[in-house]
Structures are given as structure tokens and as C-alpha cells.
Nanobody, 116 residues
Framework: QVQLVESGGGLVQAGGSLRLSCTAS????????MAWYRQTPGKQRDLVAD???????NYADSLKGRSTISIDNTKTMVNLQMNNLQPEDTGVYYC??????????WGRGTQITVSS
């Protein structure tokens, strides 16, 4: 079983920055990619950014130029640095991991609230 634990959420004023971290633990041979998704009430989870184990990153258009996703050398931790946060970035951010065999895992989420 794989557990994902997120940290780094909170309340920030518009224009501020936050860094989210997600640590994977448990048994998995290797990962294919890790990602961050955002969900707001009544909406589906939308991809914010993802990164493959070899470092190829992809960003949602709304966060391009304002965020950087990175994965550590142990391939068990993913970070998301977000800058110039805006109220529309508010939501619950979920960490996601998938393996080459197609197993998928989710964290419990961490709340980010951006005040105007």
C-alpha cells in the first residue's frame, strides 16, 4: 500500500507564494509520474501540474509561469512552488502518484485559500 502525505497549504494573500510538498511511503517498485490536482466545491479535480520520474513537467495554462514542480532524487517526494497566487487558485490540492503498471494513489488533500 502507498500513502501520500501533503503539506504546505494554508492561507495567503493575493500575490503571495506557497510551496506544497508530498511524500510517498509504502511499497511501490517505482513511479511513472506524480502530480498535483486542485478541486473546488462542486467541481471536478483538475490537473495543476505533473512531472514524470525523469523530470518532464507539464502545467495547467492558469499556472504556467507562476509555478514550478519538482521531484527529488529518491523519487518519493514532489514539490510545487506557486507564486503570485490569486483568489482563483483557492481550492483543495491533492497529490497523485501513478506507477508504470497503472496503479494510482491519492493524498487526502491540503487546503489553499488565497484572499484578495
Amino acid at each position: 500500500q502507498v500513502q501520500l502525505v501533503e503539506s504546505g497549504g494554508g492561507l495567503v494573500q493575493a500575490g503571495g507564494s506557497l510551496r506544497l510538498s508530498c511524500t510517498a511511503s509504502g511499497t511501490f517498485l517505482r513511479l511513472h509520474s506524480m502530480a498535483w490536482y486542485r478541486q473546488t466545491p462542486g467541481k471536478q479535480r483538475d490537473l495543476v501540474a505533473d512531472i514524470t520520474s525523469d523530470g518532464n513537467a507539464n502545467y495547467a495554462d492558469s499556472l504556467k509561469g507562476r509555478s514550478t514542480i519538482s521531484i527529488d532524487n529518491t523519487k518519493t517526494m514532489v514539490n510545487l512552488q506557486m507564486n503570485n497566487l490569486q483568489p482563483e487558485d483557492t481550492g483543495v490540492y491533492y497529490c497523485y502518484l501513478n506507477t508504470p503498471l497503472g496503479s494510482e494513489y491519492w493524498g487526502r488533500g491540503t487546503q489553499i485559500t488565497v484572499s484578495s
